[in-house]
């Protein structure tokens, strides 16, 4: 693979050394606290280099459902990743045609990376009792280390019940984050009836949503 082609962050450079790279999947429709919450805290308590976000450009599972398009949940991610340092916003998914399958993303991350660049995959702990039925998750499994962060309500058994019964080796760290019930859906309810988003995510990404009328916000109209 081409470097130039792609907008992924330099790592590896140092062959005496290994590089942890964490990767914050989703379709981010929109990016909200909780992502950027779980992200930092994975980065932290699992010494991780960097973490890129990614948003997927058509998810496998959102298929038949309404959502903004790649490029507005690109901006909105670049916009709430941009003033921290080791966060990145990358385009990987949302420029690769057809359905975004994470296993295609690893695989493909996997390739471009040298050796000492270990990819640690982060996602919500609800979302880790799906991965075995995700499309080819051996390989998930095999290329990355898949990284729970919890959220309120869901309790960690189903997941680890789930992992265990699917056979695969899969390498799975549970992340406690504080309490947050922030999502997407949440935030979508709230900007259609002309809520306030302060504090759920950043102003800059209130401000790309009004000013785009994203999610039926009301033109000029900044709720916040
Ligand atoms: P929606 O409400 O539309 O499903 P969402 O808030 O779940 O959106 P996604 O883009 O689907 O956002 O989530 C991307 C990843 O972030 C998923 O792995 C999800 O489990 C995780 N995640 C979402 N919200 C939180 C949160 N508040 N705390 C920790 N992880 C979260
Ligand atoms: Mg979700």
Redo the contacts with the bound molecule.
């Keep these: 693979m081409e470097q130039e082609r792609f907008d992924l962050p330099q790592l590896g450079q140092d062959s005496s050394r290994t590089y942890r790279l964490g990767i ?6 929109p990016i ?1 606290n ?2 950027l ?2 992200a930092e805290q994975a980065y932290d308590d699992l010494n991780l280099d960097l973490v890129v976000f990614m948003p997927a450009g058509s998810p496998a599972f959102k298929q038949g459902k309404k959502i903004a398009s790649g490029e507005d949940r690109y901006a909105m991610t670049l916009l709430a990743t941009s003033d921290n340092p080791h966060f990145v916003a990358s385009r990987f998914e949302v420029d690769r045609p057809g359905i975004t399958y994470t296993s295609e993303t690893l695989r493909l991350l996997k390739e471009h990376y040298p050796q000492n660049v270990e990819l640690y995959f982060i ?2 702990a ?2 880790i009792a799906d991965i075995v039925r995700w499309n080819n998750s051996a390989s998930i499994a095999k290329n990355a280390t898949l990284v729970g ?1 919890t ?1 309120p309500g869901y309790n960690l058994d189903k997941a680890a019940g789930a992992i265990d019964s699917s056979g695969i080796d899969f390498h799975v760290i549970y992340l406690e ?1 504080p309490a ?7 935030l979508r309810e709230r900007v259609a009836k002309g809520q306030s988003l302060r504090y759920l995510t950043p102003d800059s990404v209130t401000g790309y949503l009004h000013k785009h009328q994203l999610y039926g916000a009301k033109a000029g109209k900044y709720a916040r």
């Design positions: 914050m999947g989703g379709t981010f429709d909200h909780g992502h919450v779980a996602t919500g609800d979302a962060a959220r984050v947050l019930a922030i999502s997407s859906s949440y």
